[in-house]
Structures are given as C-alpha cells and as structure tokens.
Nanobody
Framework: QVQLVESGGGLVEPGGSLRLSCAAS????????MSWYRQAPGKERELIAS????????NYAESVKGRFTISRDNAKNTLYLQLDSLTPDDTAVYYC???????WGQGTQVTVSL
C-alpha cells in the first residue's frame, strides 16, 4: 500500500534551517506530483509547496516563497523540503502528500523557538 513517512523535524532557533524528508513507497513515485502541507495548532492545514513528478512545475505559498525549497530524488523515492530563515510562525506539523491520495501520515514536528 501507499506509504509516506516524514522525518527531519526538530527544534531550531529563529533564523535556523532544517531539511525534511518524505520516504515514499507502494506506488510509482516519479509518476505523481507531491506536496508539502503544514498544520499549526489551532489553524487549518495549509498547502505550502508542490512539485510535479518530473521535478518541474514547482509552486510555493506566499508565506514560504524565497525561504523554502521543495525537491525530489526519484531514484530514492524521496521528497525533500529545505526550510531556511525559520521563524516562530513556521512552527507546525509538516506532512507530505501524493496527488490523488486522501490519507495523511503522522507528519514531522518543526518547532522554532521564541
């Protein structure tokens, strides 16, 4: 079955960086667009970045544009999100998602200290 496992979150100071990974299995990874979402406490889950199966067609939410970078390594079935210039407003659980797949995994917690 489809499996998406996020990792790489943690505690980081404002202005710091993290690199999140999403290990994918159970489907032809390179044929599907992938996205990163995040959900902060008390807020709606929001789409923050997406990427086409080939690695083209990248889009970002305005809130992260210029600071976050989405990429993928199709040979490793892995999706990445590089988070730079982090602020406390970036604190959230981060999730990856496959196009047309409705279920969510556990996500990975990113906490930016005040």
């Amino acid at each position: 079955q489809v499996q998406l496992v996020e990792s790489g979150g943690g505690l980081v100071e404002p202005g710091g960086s993290l690199r999140l990974s999403c290990a994918a299995s159970g489907f032809a990874f390179s044929y599907y667009g992938m996205s990163w979402y995040r959900q902060a406490p008390g807020k709606e889950r929001e789409l923050i970045a997406s990427i086409a199966g080939s690695g083209a067609g990248i889009n970002y939410a305005e809130s992260v544009k210029g600071r976050f970078t989405i990429s993928r390594d199709n040979a490793k079935n892995t999706l990445y999100l590089q988070l730079d210039s982090l602020t406390p407003d970036d604190t959230a659980v981060y999730y990856c998602r496959r196009t047309s797949f409705p279920d969510w995994g556990q996500g990975t917690q990113v906490t930016v200290s005040l």
